[in-house]
Protein backbone atom coordinates (compact mmCIF):
# COMPACT_ATOMS: atom_id res chain seq x y z
CA UNK A 1 0.00 0.00 0.00
CA UNK A 2 2.64 2.28 0.77
CA UNK A 3 4.50 1.55 -2.37
CA UNK A 4 1.45 2.22 -4.40
CA UNK A 5 0.80 5.71 -2.52
CA UNK A 6 3.95 6.48 -3.35
CA UNK A 7 3.65 5.83 -6.95
CA UNK A 8 0.28 7.78 -7.48
CA UNK A 9 2.26 11.11 -5.72
CA UNK A 10 4.42 10.96 -8.49
CA UNK A 11 2.61 9.77 -11.18
CA UNK A 12 -1.07 12.58 -10.25
CA UNK A 13 0.56 15.32 -11.22
CA UNK A 14 1.57 14.52 -14.76
CA UNK A 15 -1.94 14.55 -15.76
CA UNK A 16 -2.19 18.19 -14.21
CA UNK A 17 -3.79 20.97 -16.74
CA UNK A 18 -1.68 23.62 -16.98
CA UNK A 19 -2.73 27.19 -17.11
CA UNK A 20 -4.20 28.85 -19.91
CA UNK A 21 -3.12 32.21 -20.77
CA UNK A 22 -6.05 33.49 -19.42
CA UNK A 23 -6.23 32.08 -15.89
CA UNK A 24 -2.32 33.07 -15.52
CA UNK A 25 -3.63 36.58 -16.00
CA UNK A 26 -6.45 36.60 -13.88
CA UNK A 27 -4.20 35.29 -10.99
CA UNK A 28 -1.56 37.91 -11.62
CA UNK A 29 -4.37 40.95 -12.03
CA UNK A 30 -5.72 39.91 -8.73
CA UNK A 31 -2.95 40.02 -7.14
CA UNK A 32 -1.31 43.30 -8.65
CA UNK A 33 -5.30 44.40 -7.57
CA UNK A 34 -4.79 43.21 -3.98
CA UNK A 35 -1.36 45.39 -4.02
CA UNK A 36 -1.12 47.65 -0.77
CA UNK A 37 -0.55 50.34 -4.01
CA UNK A 38 -3.58 49.93 -5.99
CA UNK A 39 -5.86 50.00 -2.32
CA UNK A 40 -7.24 53.59 -3.51
CA UNK A 41 -6.09 53.43 -7.25
CA UNK A 42 -8.39 52.04 -10.72
CA UNK A 43 -7.09 49.68 -12.83
CA UNK A 44 -7.26 48.37 -16.08
CA UNK A 45 -6.06 45.79 -18.69
CA UNK A 46 -6.94 44.59 -21.71
CA UNK A 47 -5.30 41.89 -23.95
CA UNK A 48 -6.29 40.44 -27.45
CA UNK A 49 -5.00 38.22 -29.74
CA UNK A 50 -3.26 39.89 -32.01
CA UNK A 51 -4.51 37.64 -34.63
CA UNK A 52 -7.99 37.40 -34.07
CA UNK A 53 -8.53 40.51 -32.48
CA UNK A 54 -10.36 38.38 -29.40
CA UNK A 55 -10.34 39.45 -25.95
CA UNK A 56 -7.41 36.53 -23.96
CA UNK A 57 -8.41 38.74 -20.59
CA UNK A 58 -9.70 42.02 -19.76
CA UNK A 59 -10.82 43.66 -16.50
CA UNK A 60 -12.56 47.18 -16.20
CA UNK A 61 -11.70 47.49 -20.14
CA UNK A 62 -14.77 49.87 -20.46
CA UNK A 63 -13.71 52.25 -18.11
CA UNK A 64 -11.81 56.00 -19.49
CA UNK A 65 -8.55 56.63 -17.43
CA UNK A 66 -6.15 59.09 -18.04
CA UNK A 67 -3.39 57.60 -20.56
CA UNK A 68 -0.42 59.80 -20.13
CA UNK A 69 1.66 59.05 -23.31
CA UNK A 70 0.43 55.85 -24.17
CA UNK A 71 -2.22 57.78 -26.22
CA UNK A 72 0.75 58.73 -28.83
CA UNK A 73 -0.49 54.73 -29.77
CA UNK A 74 -3.57 56.72 -31.55
CA UNK A 75 -2.03 59.94 -32.16
CA UNK A 76 0.84 58.20 -34.26
CA UNK A 77 -1.88 55.34 -35.98
CA UNK A 78 -3.92 58.38 -36.64
CA UNK A 79 -1.10 60.57 -38.24
CA UNK A 80 -0.19 57.57 -40.44
CA UNK A 81 -3.78 56.89 -41.79
CA UNK A 82 -4.54 60.60 -42.29
CA UNK A 83 -0.98 61.82 -43.81
CA UNK A 84 0.60 58.71 -44.73
CA UNK A 85 4.27 57.07 -43.99
CA UNK A 86 5.75 59.84 -46.32
CA UNK A 87 4.58 62.74 -45.51
CA UNK A 88 6.98 65.59 -44.86
CA UNK A 89 6.71 69.45 -43.93
CA UNK A 90 8.17 72.47 -45.66
CA UNK A 91 9.75 75.37 -44.04
CA UNK A 92 10.54 78.07 -46.81
CA UNK A 93 13.12 80.52 -46.86
CA UNK A 94 12.36 84.13 -48.83
CA UNK A 95 12.04 87.85 -48.96
CA UNK A 96 9.76 90.77 -49.87
CA UNK A 97 10.76 93.74 -50.93
CA UNK A 98 13.53 94.45 -53.37
CA UNK A 99 17.86 93.79 -53.67
CA UNK A 100 19.78 96.92 -54.92
CA UNK A 101 23.14 96.61 -55.04
CA UNK A 102 23.87 93.55 -52.32
CA UNK A 103 21.17 95.66 -50.45
CA UNK A 104 17.90 94.04 -49.16
CA UNK A 105 15.07 96.35 -49.11
CA UNK A 106 12.75 94.26 -47.09
CA UNK A 107 12.51 91.56 -45.23
CA UNK A 108 13.84 88.14 -44.72
CA UNK A 109 10.84 85.98 -44.08
CA UNK A 110 10.97 82.09 -42.64
CA UNK A 111 7.41 80.68 -43.10
CA UNK A 112 6.56 77.71 -41.03
CA UNK A 113 4.42 74.53 -41.82
CA UNK A 114 4.79 72.80 -38.13
CA UNK A 115 7.90 70.84 -39.02
CA UNK A 116 8.49 69.30 -35.18
CA UNK A 117 12.28 68.84 -36.17
CA UNK A 118 13.23 72.31 -37.20
CA UNK A 119 16.65 72.09 -35.75
CA UNK A 120 16.60 69.26 -34.02
CA UNK A 121 19.54 67.17 -33.39
CA UNK A 122 18.12 64.14 -33.59
CA UNK A 123 18.21 64.26 -37.87
CA UNK A 124 21.29 65.01 -39.97
CA UNK A 125 19.31 67.11 -42.43
CA UNK A 126 17.55 69.05 -39.40
CA UNK A 127 20.50 69.93 -37.00
CA UNK A 128 20.14 73.87 -36.10
CA UNK A 129 23.93 74.39 -37.52
CA UNK A 130 22.97 72.73 -40.71
CA UNK A 131 19.84 74.64 -40.92
CA UNK A 132 21.51 78.18 -40.43
CA UNK A 133 24.49 76.97 -42.78
CA UNK A 134 21.67 76.72 -45.62
CA UNK A 135 20.26 79.78 -45.05
CA UNK A 136 23.00 81.78 -44.64
CA UNK A 137 24.24 80.15 -47.94
CA UNK A 138 21.19 80.74 -49.79
CA UNK A 139 20.96 84.61 -48.73
CA UNK A 140 24.36 84.47 -49.71
CA UNK A 141 23.83 83.25 -53.47
CA UNK A 142 21.14 85.50 -53.45
CA UNK A 143 23.31 88.27 -53.37
CA UNK A 144 22.29 89.55 -50.28
CA UNK A 145 25.09 91.55 -48.05
CA UNK A 146 22.90 94.10 -46.12
CA UNK A 147 19.27 93.75 -44.59
CA UNK A 148 17.46 97.22 -44.14
CA UNK A 149 14.35 95.26 -42.82
CA UNK A 150 14.08 92.52 -39.93
CA UNK A 151 14.32 89.14 -40.35
CA UNK A 152 10.34 87.86 -39.71
CA UNK A 153 9.44 84.53 -38.11
CA UNK A 154 5.90 83.45 -39.94
CA UNK A 155 4.18 81.43 -37.33
CA UNK A 156 0.62 81.93 -38.61
CA UNK A 157 -0.28 79.08 -39.28
CA UNK A 158 -0.88 77.31 -36.25
CA UNK A 159 -2.42 80.24 -34.72
CA UNK A 160 -1.64 81.95 -31.15
CA UNK A 161 -3.09 79.31 -28.85
CA UNK A 162 -0.18 77.20 -28.18
CA UNK A 163 -0.88 75.32 -25.51
CA UNK A 164 -3.63 72.64 -25.11
CA UNK A 165 -6.35 73.45 -22.69
CA UNK A 166 -5.70 70.98 -19.41
CA UNK A 167 -2.25 71.08 -19.28
CA UNK A 168 -1.01 71.82 -15.77
CA UNK A 169 1.18 74.69 -14.33
CA UNK A 170 3.85 72.67 -13.37
CA UNK A 171 4.36 71.41 -16.65
CA UNK A 172 4.07 74.36 -18.54
CA UNK A 173 7.89 75.97 -19.23
CA UNK A 174 9.73 72.81 -19.25
CA UNK A 175 10.79 71.12 -22.25
CA UNK A 176 8.08 68.03 -22.04
CA UNK A 177 5.40 71.12 -21.52
CA UNK A 178 6.59 72.62 -24.68
CA UNK A 179 4.05 74.35 -26.01
CA UNK A 180 3.24 74.20 -30.36
CA UNK A 181 4.30 76.52 -33.10
CA UNK A 182 3.92 76.34 -36.93
CA UNK A 183 7.45 77.65 -37.13
CA UNK A 184 9.27 75.49 -33.87
CA UNK A 185 13.28 75.29 -33.38
CA UNK A 186 15.33 73.18 -31.80
CA UNK A 187 12.24 70.98 -30.12
CA UNK A 188 10.77 74.72 -28.32
CA UNK A 189 14.17 73.86 -25.80
CA UNK A 190 16.97 75.27 -24.25
CA UNK A 191 19.04 74.32 -21.30
CA UNK A 192 20.08 75.43 -18.27
CA UNK A 193 23.12 74.21 -16.02
CA UNK A 194 22.57 74.17 -12.27
CA UNK A 195 25.02 74.00 -9.57
CA UNK A 196 23.86 72.97 -5.94
CA UNK A 197 25.24 74.52 -3.31
CA UNK A 198 27.80 73.29 -0.30
CA UNK A 199 24.69 72.31 2.08
CA UNK A 200 20.87 71.57 1.82
CA UNK A 201 18.53 75.12 1.74
CA UNK A 202 21.72 76.87 -0.12
CA UNK A 203 20.65 78.83 -3.04
CA UNK A 204 21.30 76.98 -6.08
CA UNK A 205 23.52 78.83 -8.86
CA UNK A 206 22.79 79.13 -12.69
CA UNK A 207 26.00 78.31 -14.48
CA UNK A 208 24.78 79.21 -18.11
CA UNK A 209 22.05 78.28 -20.68
CA UNK A 210 22.63 76.80 -24.14
CA UNK A 211 22.44 78.44 -26.05
CA UNK A 212 22.59 81.84 -24.45
CA UNK A 213 19.38 83.45 -24.56
CA UNK A 214 19.98 87.34 -23.53
CA UNK A 215 16.24 87.83 -24.10
CA UNK A 216 15.29 86.04 -21.46
CA UNK A 217 15.08 87.11 -17.79
CA UNK A 218 15.67 83.89 -15.36
CA UNK A 219 14.69 84.62 -11.59
CA UNK A 220 16.02 81.63 -10.00
CA UNK A 221 14.37 80.03 -6.65
CA UNK A 222 16.00 76.87 -6.30
CA UNK A 223 16.95 75.50 -3.19
CA UNK A 224 19.93 73.09 -2.72
CA UNK A 225 18.18 69.54 -2.05
CA UNK A 226 19.40 66.85 0.18
CA UNK A 227 22.17 64.26 -0.98
CA UNK A 228 20.41 61.87 -3.33
CA UNK A 229 16.85 63.69 -3.72
CA UNK A 230 17.86 64.67 -7.27
CA UNK A 231 16.10 66.84 -9.90
CA UNK A 232 13.21 68.84 -8.61
CA UNK A 233 13.23 71.85 -10.19
CA UNK A 234 10.27 73.07 -12.14
CA UNK A 235 10.86 76.11 -15.36
CA UNK A 236 7.22 78.09 -14.62
CA UNK A 237 7.16 80.13 -18.31
CA UNK A 238 4.36 80.94 -20.13
CA UNK A 239 3.68 81.17 -23.94
CA UNK A 240 5.26 84.50 -25.03
CA UNK A 241 6.76 85.50 -22.03
CA UNK A 242 10.53 87.12 -21.40
CA UNK A 243 10.23 85.96 -17.36
CA UNK A 244 11.53 82.82 -16.05
CA UNK A 245 10.63 81.49 -12.66
CA UNK A 246 13.03 78.45 -11.30
CA UNK A 247 11.53 76.81 -8.32
CA UNK A 248 12.13 73.45 -6.40
CA UNK A 249 15.31 71.92 -5.27
CA UNK A 250 18.55 70.61 -6.84
CA UNK A 251 20.05 67.88 -4.88
CA UNK A 252 23.39 67.35 -3.57
CA UNK A 253 25.78 64.90 -5.37
CA UNK A 254 23.56 65.16 -8.60
CA UNK A 255 24.85 63.91 -12.03
CA UNK A 256 22.69 65.48 -14.16
CA UNK A 257 23.91 68.98 -15.15
CA UNK A 258 21.21 70.67 -15.83
CA UNK A 259 17.11 70.82 -16.90
CA UNK A 260 15.65 71.36 -20.47
CA UNK A 261 13.53 74.53 -20.62
CA UNK A 262 10.10 75.55 -22.90
CA UNK A 263 11.05 78.07 -25.37
CA UNK A 264 8.16 80.34 -24.55
CA UNK A 265 8.53 81.91 -28.28
CA UNK A 266 10.50 79.72 -31.07
CA UNK A 267 9.06 81.43 -33.83
CA UNK A 268 10.97 84.08 -32.44
CA UNK A 269 14.14 82.16 -31.30
CA UNK A 270 14.55 81.20 -35.21
CA UNK A 271 14.53 84.55 -36.17
CA UNK A 272 16.78 85.64 -33.83
CA UNK A 273 19.37 82.92 -34.34
CA UNK A 274 19.54 83.70 -37.95
CA UNK A 275 19.64 86.96 -37.19
CA UNK A 276 22.11 86.52 -34.76
CA UNK A 277 24.72 84.19 -37.40
CA UNK A 278 24.25 86.95 -40.18
CA UNK A 279 25.67 89.39 -37.89
CA UNK A 280 28.80 87.03 -37.03
CA UNK A 281 28.98 86.69 -40.43
CA UNK A 282 29.27 90.48 -40.83
CA UNK A 283 25.78 90.92 -42.53
CA UNK A 284 24.39 93.93 -41.21
CA UNK A 285 20.47 93.78 -40.09
CA UNK A 286 18.83 96.95 -39.65
CA UNK A 287 15.58 95.98 -37.65
CA UNK A 288 15.28 93.62 -35.04
CA UNK A 289 13.97 90.07 -35.01
CA UNK A 290 9.91 89.53 -34.71
CA UNK A 291 7.31 87.15 -35.96
CA UNK A 292 4.09 87.19 -37.72
CA UNK A 293 2.13 86.56 -34.05
CA UNK A 294 4.19 89.76 -32.82
CA UNK A 295 3.51 91.95 -35.98
CA UNK A 296 -0.20 91.30 -35.52
CA UNK A 297 -0.24 92.32 -32.51
CA UNK A 298 1.17 95.49 -33.09
CA UNK A 299 -1.65 95.91 -36.05
CA UNK A 300 1.19 95.74 -38.50
CA UNK A 301 0.61 93.70 -41.60
CA UNK A 302 2.55 90.26 -42.19
CA UNK A 303 4.86 91.04 -45.30
CA UNK A 304 4.73 88.37 -48.42
CA UNK A 305 7.14 86.46 -49.97
CA UNK A 306 7.82 87.83 -53.17
CA UNK A 307 11.26 85.32 -53.61
CA UNK A 308 11.93 82.19 -52.40
CA UNK A 309 15.55 81.34 -51.40
CA UNK A 310 15.31 78.05 -49.55
CA UNK A 311 13.14 75.38 -48.85
CA UNK A 312 14.05 72.71 -46.18
CA UNK A 313 11.89 69.39 -46.07
CA UNK A 314 11.46 67.35 -42.92
CA UNK A 315 12.22 63.74 -42.64
CA UNK A 316 9.51 61.55 -43.51
CA UNK A 317 6.45 60.92 -40.99
CA UNK A 318 7.86 57.47 -40.40
CA UNK A 319 11.45 59.02 -38.93
CA UNK A 320 9.23 61.75 -37.15
CA UNK A 321 6.70 58.60 -35.38
CA UNK A 322 9.67 56.87 -34.79
CA UNK A 323 11.64 59.71 -32.19
CA UNK A 324 8.08 60.18 -31.27
CA UNK A 325 7.29 56.89 -29.57
CA UNK A 326 10.69 56.17 -28.79
CA UNK A 327 11.62 59.22 -26.86
CA UNK A 328 8.42 60.30 -26.24
CA UNK A 329 8.05 63.62 -27.38
CA UNK A 330 4.82 65.65 -26.55
CA UNK A 331 5.56 68.32 -28.56
CA UNK A 332 5.61 66.00 -32.12
CA UNK A 333 2.20 64.96 -30.82
CA UNK A 334 0.99 68.07 -30.55
CA UNK A 335 2.44 69.53 -34.00
CA UNK A 336 0.69 66.14 -35.08
CA UNK A 337 -2.55 66.94 -34.15
CA UNK A 338 -2.59 70.54 -35.59
CA UNK A 339 -1.26 68.98 -39.03
CA UNK A 340 -3.92 66.45 -38.63
CA UNK A 341 -6.39 68.71 -38.63
CA UNK A 342 -5.11 71.01 -41.23
CA UNK A 343 -4.73 68.26 -43.68
CA UNK A 344 -8.78 67.75 -42.98
CA UNK A 345 -9.31 71.05 -43.98
CA UNK A 346 -9.56 72.39 -40.06
CA UNK A 347 -7.85 75.01 -38.90
CA UNK A 348 -5.08 74.11 -36.64
CA UNK A 349 -6.18 73.75 -33.24
CA UNK A 350 -5.97 71.42 -31.03
CA UNK A 351 -9.79 70.86 -30.79
CA UNK A 352 -10.28 70.47 -34.31
CA UNK A 353 -7.30 67.93 -33.93
CA UNK A 354 -8.75 66.08 -30.90
CA UNK A 355 -11.99 65.84 -32.51
CA UNK A 356 -10.46 64.95 -35.86
CA UNK A 357 -9.05 61.29 -34.12
CA UNK A 358 -11.88 60.59 -32.02
CA UNK A 359 -13.88 60.88 -35.50
CA UNK A 360 -11.70 58.71 -37.06
CA UNK A 361 -11.52 55.91 -34.85
CA UNK A 362 -15.51 56.16 -34.78
CA UNK A 363 -15.67 55.76 -38.58
CA UNK A 364 -13.24 52.56 -38.40
CA UNK A 365 -15.87 51.19 -35.42
CA UNK A 366 -14.46 52.27 -31.70
CA UNK A 367 -17.58 53.56 -29.87
CA UNK A 368 -16.85 57.59 -29.37
CA UNK A 369 -17.68 57.30 -25.89
CA UNK A 370 -14.60 55.55 -25.20
CA UNK A 371 -12.37 58.09 -26.68
CA UNK A 372 -12.03 61.42 -24.62
CA UNK A 373 -8.95 62.80 -26.15
CA UNK A 374 -8.02 66.67 -25.64
CA UNK A 375 -4.49 66.70 -26.56
CA UNK A 376 -2.44 64.75 -28.64
CA UNK A 377 0.37 63.67 -26.17
CA UNK A 378 -1.46 62.19 -22.99
CA UNK A 379 0.23 65.30 -20.60
CA UNK A 380 -3.33 66.36 -20.21
CA UNK A 381 -4.56 64.46 -17.15
CA UNK A 382 -8.16 64.95 -18.69
CA UNK A 383 -7.46 62.96 -21.45
CA UNK A 384 -9.14 59.59 -20.54
CA UNK A 385 -9.31 56.40 -23.14
CA UNK A 386 -10.46 52.81 -22.18
CA UNK A 387 -7.69 49.92 -22.46
CA UNK A 388 -10.59 48.19 -25.20
CA UNK A 389 -10.50 51.09 -27.03
CA UNK A 390 -6.45 51.21 -27.68
CA UNK A 391 -5.84 48.04 -27.69
CA UNK A 392 -8.42 47.46 -31.09
CA UNK A 393 -6.40 50.16 -32.28
CA UNK A 394 -3.48 49.16 -31.81
CA UNK A 395 -5.72 45.87 -33.56
CA UNK A 396 -6.57 47.28 -36.50
CA UNK A 397 -2.95 49.14 -37.14
CA UNK A 398 -1.65 45.87 -38.02
CA UNK A 399 -3.93 45.80 -41.30
CA UNK A 400 -2.26 48.99 -42.58
CA UNK A 401 1.31 49.30 -45.05
CA UNK A 402 2.61 51.66 -42.43
CA UNK A 403 2.52 49.15 -39.70
CA UNK A 404 6.26 47.96 -39.91
CA UNK A 405 7.28 51.63 -39.27
CA UNK A 406 4.91 52.17 -36.54
CA UNK A 407 5.83 48.87 -35.08
CA UNK A 408 9.71 49.75 -35.17
CA UNK A 409 8.92 52.89 -33.38
CA UNK A 410 7.69 50.90 -30.02
CA UNK A 411 10.26 50.81 -27.38
CA UNK A 412 11.21 47.67 -25.72
CA UNK A 413 9.92 47.30 -22.19
CA UNK A 414 10.09 44.53 -20.40
CA UNK A 415 10.86 42.56 -23.41
CA UNK A 416 8.22 43.38 -25.20
CA UNK A 417 7.29 46.47 -27.36
CA UNK A 418 5.77 48.69 -25.08
CA UNK A 419 4.86 52.22 -24.76
CA UNK A 420 4.67 53.40 -21.79
CA UNK A 421 3.23 56.14 -20.01
CA UNK A 422 3.37 58.02 -16.73
CA UNK A 423 2.07 61.70 -15.06
CA UNK A 424 1.39 61.99 -11.72
CA UNK A 425 0.44 59.02 -10.17
CA UNK A 426 -0.64 57.51 -13.48
CA UNK A 427 1.12 54.16 -14.85
CA UNK A 428 0.47 52.43 -18.26
CA UNK A 429 1.97 50.90 -21.12
CA UNK A 430 0.21 49.58 -24.23
CA UNK A 431 1.61 47.41 -27.37
CA UNK A 432 2.58 43.89 -28.92
CA UNK A 433 4.33 40.84 -27.94
CA UNK A 434 4.87 37.75 -29.24
CA UNK A 435 5.54 34.75 -27.28
CA UNK A 436 8.22 31.86 -28.04
CA UNK A 437 5.67 29.80 -29.89
CA UNK A 438 5.11 32.77 -31.91
CA UNK A 439 1.46 33.43 -30.57
CA UNK A 440 1.09 37.03 -31.18
CA UNK A 441 -0.86 39.61 -28.38
CA UNK A 442 -1.81 42.97 -27.64
CA UNK A 443 -1.60 44.50 -24.25
CA UNK A 444 -2.62 47.49 -22.52
CA UNK A 445 -2.89 48.28 -18.49
CA UNK A 446 -3.58 51.28 -16.80
CA UNK A 447 -3.52 52.22 -13.43
CA UNK A 448 -4.51 55.70 -11.94
CA UNK A 449 -4.32 56.77 -8.80
CA UNK A 450 -2.41 54.59 -7.20
CA UNK A 451 0.36 55.42 -4.42
CA UNK A 452 4.44 55.24 -4.13
CA UNK A 453 6.75 54.04 -6.39
CA UNK A 454 7.86 51.26 -8.54
CA UNK A 455 5.03 50.69 -9.93
CA UNK A 456 5.81 49.39 -13.39
CA UNK A 457 7.42 46.30 -12.06
CA UNK A 458 4.26 45.28 -10.54
CA UNK A 459 2.59 46.30 -14.05
CA UNK A 460 5.16 44.30 -15.52
CA UNK A 461 4.36 41.05 -13.56
CA UNK A 462 1.03 40.91 -14.36
CA UNK A 463 1.90 40.96 -18.69
CA UNK A 464 4.42 38.19 -17.61
CA UNK A 465 1.49 36.02 -17.68
CA UNK A 466 1.77 36.30 -20.85
CA UNK A 467 5.44 34.60 -21.19
Not at 14 to 27: D, G, I, N, R, T
Not at 75 to 88: E, I, N
Not at 116 to 141: C, D
Request: charged fraction near 15%.
Amino acid sequence: MKKYFIVLLLVVPLFVKPQSKAEKLQAAYQNFENDDQAKYAITSVCVLDAQTGKIIFAKNENIGLATASTLKTITSATAFSVLGKDFKYQTTLGYSGEITNGVLRGDLIITGSGDPTLGSWRYEQSKENNVLNLWTSAIKAAGIKKIEGSIIGDDSLFGTQSLPEGWIWQDIGNYYGAGTSALTWRENQFDVHLKPGNSTNDPVSILKTVPAMPYLTLINELKTGTNGSGDNAYAFLPPYTNLTYLRGTWGLGIGKIGISLALPDPAYEAAFRLQDTLQRLGFSVTGQPSTARRLNSESKTIPKIIQPLNVITSPSLSEIIYWFNKKSINLYGEQLLKTIALNLGKKASTNNGSNAVINFWTNKGIDKKALNIVDGSGLSPATRVTTLAMASILFQAQKEDWFAAYYNSFPENNGMKLKSGSINNVSAYAGYYTDSNSNKYIAVININNYNGSGISKKLFKVLDALK
